[in-house]
């Protein structure tokens, strides 16, 4: 009788597979109880690898938190890119932009694990203010998402793409905050058409 055989997974897979499993487990860690419980021990122990694994990929905590941050951003980018194509398809019209910001929101928080990826998104946020080695990392979330919202608002032509891109992006930070804080229910589909809706037709002359 032959013995199973057994399938072996090539050496740099098992160590992305290994990375993004760390990553993961920093991301959860840093939604539900703040950066203080991000520590390589723990994220380990959550992870299911073991220690020397975390300390192998990432020297020290600003380095994981980091690279979290990192590998939020990809996440981010990638789902809103999934909801322009669902929402806007060719439609790059006021009312198709309002319709983007109101699913990207709402599927925010339609998930106990959303709600932790955005704690983990904000908590880096205030770590970044206080530790001035992961600005860097803030900067270029910010900037990455402006120029992707730029880009979109450039279709549907606003009067000023830049500009308005940072204002939105100031707009969705502002609510995803006060919705966390405040519950779902207060943040619902009529209230966020109308505060995007209003939002949107500022940035057009017509």
Not at 21 to 36: H, M, R, Y
Not at 43 to 63: C, D, I, M, P, Q
Not at 98 to 109: D, G, K, P, Q
Not at 158 to 166: G, V
Request: net charge positive; with cysteine; glycine share 4%.
């Amino acid at each position: 009788m032959n013995s199973p055989s057994v399938v072996r997974i090539p050496q740099q897979d098992r160590a992305r597979l290994t990375r993004e499993a760390i990553l993961s487990a920093a991301t959860q860690l840093l939604g539900a109880e703040g950066a203080k419980s991000v520590t390589h021990r723990r994220v380990a122990e959550l992870a299911g690898v073991s220690l020397a694994s975390t300390t192998y990929h990432f020297r020290n905590k600003a380095e994981l938190l980091s690279a979290a941050f990192d590998w939020l951003i990809e996440i981010y980018i990638a789902n809103v890119r999934t909801r322009l194509r669902t929402s806007m398809g060719d439609d790059y019209t006021k009312k198709g932009l309002a319709e983007l910001l109101i699913r990207v929101s709402r599927h925010t928080f339609r998930k106990k694990d959303d709600r932790h990826v955005i704690c983990a998104w904000y908590e880096f946020m205030l770590e970044a203010a206080r530790n001035p080695a992961l600005q860097e990392t803030a900067n270029k979330w910010y900037s990455d998402t402006c120029d992707y919202y730029e880009d979109v608002l450039e279709r549907c032509k606003s009067r000023n793409p830049r500009e308005d891109a940072r204002r939105l992006v100031d707009c969705m930070i502002g609510y995803e905050m006060s919705a966390l804080a405040a519950g779902q229910e207060k943040y619902g589909a009529r209230s966020l058409r109308q505060t995007y809706t209003r939002l949107v037709e500022s940035m057009f002359d017509d």
